[in-house]
């Protein structure tokens, strides 16, 4: 069974930094690109980031572009996020999720994890 | 960036059937493929994956969830309505980055 355990979340000052962690299982990990994907409350749904099988090549939205870094570590089956210079418009549930290259889709969601940038 | 609409909410009574909607701002097939895909959030809860490239269901998924269309205009069928369907419902396109989503429709019964 596919499992994915998001961690890290919590409350943060406007300008601060968090890291995200994700812990997968239940799948060869290191076979599979991997993303985050977030959800401010009450609102939809928004891409954050996208990494490659390897690491190589990683892909972002404009609204988090040299703010957030993902990576992944395939020895720990463990994807992170990385979130610098945060804005209060980032607070949200950050789900982890897995990708499917061919056609571009999430075909397997974690629980999320809540950031709340406030002062 | 491609924007994705659908209406806020659908209201159908259970055993009818529910339509779905989803307009892209412009194109989002290929010659070999239709990148719009479906995934149902029902609250408080992930959001988990119903169709993929326009018309194929998930791993798990009832087979009276359904989807179709291609260009700009998709459509998700539930069919029939069951209570335990009472979520909302957001589509996704992959033909370009940023990949996007709609805005979600929420189902309600009558």
């Known amino acids: 069974e596919v499992q994915l355990v998001e961690s890290g979340g919590g409350l943060v000052q406007p300008g601060r930094s968090l890291k995200l962690s994700c812990a997968a299982s239940?799948?060869?990990?290191?076979?599979?690109?991997m993303a985050w994907v977030r959800q401010a409350p009450k609102k939809g749904l928004e891409w954050v980031a996208t990494?490659?099988?390897?690491?190589?090549?990683?892909y972002y939205p404009d609204s988090v572009k040299g703010r957030f870094t993902i990576s992944r570590d395939n020895a720990k089956s463990s994807l992170y996020l990385q979130m610098n210079s945060l804005k209060s418009e980032d607070t949200a549930t950050y789900y982890c999720?897995?990708?499917?290259?061919?056609?571009?889709?999430?075909?397997?969601w974690g629980q999320g994890v809540m950031v709340t940038v406030s002062s | 960036d491609i924007v994705l609409t659908q209406s806020p909410a659908l209201a159908v009574s259970l055993g009818q059937r529910a339509t779905i909607s989803c307009r892209a701002s412009?194109?989002?097939?290929?010659?070999?493929?239709?990148?719009m895909h479906w995934y149902q959030q029902k609250p408080g809860e992930q959001p988990k994956l119903l169709i993929y490239?326009?018309?194929n269901l998930a791993s798990g998924i009832p087979v009276r969830f359904s989807g179709s269309g291609s260009g700009t205009d998709f459509t998700l069928t539930i069919n029939p309505v069951q209570a335990d369907d009472i979520a909302t419902y957001y589509c996704?396109?992959?033909?370009?980055?940023?990949?996007?989503f709609g805005s979600g429709t929420k189902l309600e019964i009558k």
């Open positions: 999720a897995r990708f499917i290259t061919g056609g571009h889709y999430f075909d397997y």
């Open positions: 239940g799948f060869t990990f290191s076979n599979y690109y």
């Open positions: 990494i490659s099988t390897s690491g190589s090549r990683t």
């Open positions: 412009q194109s989002v097939s290929t010659s070999s493929y239709n990148l």
């Open positions: 490239d326009a018309s």
């Open positions: 996704q396109q992959s033909r370009e980055l940023p990949l996007t």
